[in-house]
């Protein structure tokens, strides 16, 4: 069973706000997933992305970043690395 996510699998609206996070502008974020500019203006409105603060907005991405390694079929070392750092930073230690 192949359980490791591709760009392809998430959903384009969420991916879009990830980007938007990171600092990405709508423009090239539709570039970006194909997209009309018009259809990720519409969804940063309707989600409010502007109303997140900056420790949601990094709640967020450090969550999509763990699962991302969770589902990865074959992990490295790094990979563990990465996975018990960022469980300790969603769980606040």
Partial sequence: ??????P???DPRRQAMLLYFQGYRVARIAEMLGEKVAT??????????????????????????????????QKEGKDFKEIDLLARRLQGN
């Avoid at 900056?54 to 990865?72: G, S």
């Fill in 8 to 10: 392809a699998d998430l």
């Fill in 40 to 73: 990720v203006h519409s969804w940063k409105k309707r989600d409010k992305w502007g109303d997140y603060g900056p420790l949601d907005q990094m709640q967020l991405t450090t969550a999509a970043r763990y699962c991302q390694l969770i589902m990865k079929e």
């Fill in 1 to 6: 069973m192949n359980t490791t996510l591709t």
